[in-house]
Every structure is written in C-alpha cells, then in structure tokens.
C-alpha cells in the first residue's frame, strides 16, 4: 500500500466540513506521542500495528488493527516506544462531524474493532484524489466523510457470524487496485474460491453493490478526477480508466453522471489556475505576443 501525506491550507467557511492534514500508512519510529491538550479538531487514527493507546477506559495495548477518534478537546496519547509502528489518520473539523458520529453509533475515545482496513485506505486515497483535483468540491468530500463513517459503523459492530470472508476482502482490495484494466468475473470468482452466481451474491451480500457497479463507480470516480486536467485529452483519459472506445467510455460516463465527460469538463475547469507571480507575467508576455 503506498504513503501518503498531505497538509492543506482551510478553504471553506468556518463551520463546514473540512480535511486539514492527513496521512496513508505513515511509519513511525519508536516513540510515544503525548499532546495533553490535543489539537482542536477532530482526530480519525488507525492503528496497523502493535501501539499503546490511551483511551476513556485507560491505558491499553492494542495488538490489532483498531480505529480511535478523538474530538477537539481530548488530549492524545499513542504509539510504541519499542519498535517503529504504522498508522494511517486524518484531522477534520465541521459543525455536522458530531451529529453523524452521534447518528451512526461511532464513539469517542474508545477502541472501533476494524476487520476492514480498506474502509479507510479508500477514504484517505479519494479524498487525496479530489483535494488535488483542479477543483475540489466540498460536498464530494462531505459525502465522502459520512461514506466511510458509515461503513466503518456497518462492519465494525457486526456479529462474527456476519463478518466479510477474508477471500472476499482480498478480491475487492484486488479489484481497487486493478479497475482500470480488464476484469473478468471469472477470474474473481476463482480468486474467492466460488462459482461466479455464488461469488456474485456473496459480493452483493457483504458490500451492498453488485460487483460489476462497484468496478464502474471506481473509474468513474477516477475519470472525474483526471477530467479536471484540461491538458488530457478525454480519449486519453477514457483508455486510463478502462475504456478503450471513447464512445463507450462517454456513453457509460453519462449514464452514471448525467452529463457528458466534456460537459462535466466545462463545469469543473473553469477557473484558471493560480501560479506564482513569476509565472503569471510569463505566461501573460507569450500570450500578447501569440504564443501558448
């Protein structure tokens, strides 16, 4: 899984839905981190490896993955000063984080049993995917945020009886890394083990989507991101997403959108993008003399 981190300036008005920091698999070296005064907004961490945690219970070792949230006025206190550990984690702040962690079960300050860490690598990978987008639109990371809260809340409380197989989990997280390319059910279905109905239905079953929209809403997410690069062409992008045949590609992105990709192109790219002062008069001195 590769490593993210990113640190982002506020752009929204205070009150609304925001991502400030953020990090995917981040390694750690040996250490304790000790903040008794926290940071003032709302802390998503979870934990891959072996760490001592600090929770409203007391002192903890968590030898399992296991996801803690801390709201704005919690002190901090994790790690593993024996041996280097990884986690991933995000800081957000917003007026409706309460009310959804309220409404979905979510608690604070309290170990979450996560049996699906994929639930919150795919957040932190689309959520870094749009906040580098030519545009980002806070209410795709607003629902996005509840997405993944949502999820987590689905599996991290249910019966063991309901658990997702660890088959199913591989071949989904082998799906998110391979979607655009050529996927056939077949060949899932022999990765699980199972007969394609069978496969089909399980998929369904534990995810709540079949497995064929699953695949579709992941390139379309991906082409909405690559679509804010005026400089690709939409040809270009259609083949980098799955689709050698831009027909298909713009018919399919229509019908999942309700907008053509080059109508989606126009919405989303008319700003002109910020570049240093240097920059700008460089670019303004080609134009008046003709030049791109």
Known sequence: MKQIKLTLAHSEPRGTFQIHRLGLHE?????????????????????????????????????????????PPDGHYY???????????????????????KACGIPLRKRIPITDPSAMESFLEETTRELKGWKPDAKILHNLFENFVRR????????????IPARLLEVRSHVEQHFTGPLRLEDLARRAG???PHFCTEFRRFFGIPVIQFVLQLRMSQ?????????RRIGEIAEAVG?????????MFKRSLGISPRKFRELNSQAEPTLPPGLNRKVAKNRKAGKT
């Open 194 to 196: 199972w007969s394609v």
């Open 27 to 71: 390694r750690m070296k040996a250490c304790m981190v000790d903040r008794p005064e926290g940071t003032r907004d709302y802390l998503f961490m979870l934990f891959h490896s072996e760490v001592r945690v600090r929770t409203s219970e007391g002192e903890a070792a968590w030898t399992s993955p296991g996801l803690m949230v801390w709201a």
């Open 79 to 101: 790690g593993n000063d024996k041996k280097s550990w990884n986690h991933s984690w995000f800081h957000c702040s917003g007026c409706e984080i309460g009310p959804i962690l």
């Open 243 to 251: 689709y050698p045949d831009l027909y298909a590609f713009s018919k």
């Open 152 to 163: 987590v809340a689905r599996h991290a409380f249910q019966k063991a009886e309901t658990a």
């Open 223 to 231: 082409a909405t991101y690559l679509l804010r690069d005026r400089d």
